[in-house]
């Protein structure tokens, strides 16, 4: 839990770990509908809940969600025979964008190291499809194939497009950039470093940085939109030199 922690905090979002007590079912209901996207539990479960300090969350719980209540949500439920009905279908109808967990009794220890590798590639700045990547991770480090199921959408984690342009409203070399960048003085082509004035979001919600690998952050949060000048929201101009997806 605490490696996953550092893996989100690595990768500039926020992260809360509940452990003992404060991994109640109200707590786990709270940060569900809160807009989270994603929520990972290691412990015990079975084809009807998720074992908690206080209770169990159930699937009729999730059957009592509206369609929408989980859109965006990636949830990894690493506990035992969770991806089985009627617990799965009940999370897949509430909207969630991707849900993983065991279909059958997972193996202590094989199971978190198939976690651990799914989040670590998951949010690395060259990140691959999350089905590649628990293909990948469980064939490196589980006995068995198979175990762990995953339905949804099977894309990046922090998928996002924008484009940068040099100049002002969209004038100039420009550049496509999908998920992350995390140095724009890259050796195939440097010219937008120290070079952005404008810029489209099509999907995803952007941060922008003044120095590579995501150093000193650049204004706001930026949602799908255009912005003709860096300038006018808080960006300075010709001045970032990486970028990355926060929100699908």
């Known amino acids: 839990v605490e490696h996953l922690h ?3 905090l690595n990768a500039g979002l926020r992260s809360r770990i509940l452990l003992g007590p404060q991994a109640s079912v109200g707590n786990y209901q709270g940060y569900l509908r809160s807009g989270v996207r994603a929520f990972v539990n290691i412990g ?11 209770g169990t969350l159930s699937a009729n719980w999730f059957q009592s969600l509206p369609t929408d209540a989980l859109t965006g949500t990636v949830i990894y439920f690493n506990s035992c025979q ?3 009905p009627p617990l799965q279908p009940a999370v897949m109808q ?6 993983i967990g065991g279909i059958v009794s997972l193996l202590i220890g094989p199971s978190e ?8 590639r998951s949010l690395a700045p060259q990140q ?8 990948a991770c469980e064939a490196q480090h589980y006995p068995d194939q198979g175990a762990h199921g995953i339905g949804g959408d099977l894309g990046q984690f922090l998928a996002g497009h924008v484009i940068v342009f040099q100049h002002i409203d969209f004038r100039g070399h420009h550049r496509h950039i999908f998920a992350t960048e995390r140095n724009l003085n890259h050796p195939e082509d440097g010219t937008l ?16 940085y003044m120095n590579s690998d995501y150093g000193i952050p650049l204004g706001g949060e930026f949602p799908p939109g255009l912005y003709r000048w860096v300038e006018a929201v808080g960006v300075k101009n010709d001045q970032v ?4 997806c926060i929100r699908s």
């Open 44 to 54: 015990h479960g079975f084809t009807g809940g998720i074992v908690l300090d206080d």
């Open 241 to 244: 030199s990486s970028l990355k």
């Open 113 to 120: 190291e198939v976690c651990k590798c799914f989040w670590g």
């Open 193 to 208: 470093n120290d070079q952005i004035s404008s810029f489209v979001v099509l999907s995803g919600t952007w941060k922008f």
């Open 94 to 99: 509430a909207g969630t964008r991707t849900f």
């Open 6 to 8: 550092q893996l989100a």
């Open 82 to 84: 969770v991806f089985n």
């Open 128 to 135: 691959a499809p999350m089905g590649d990547v628990l293909t």
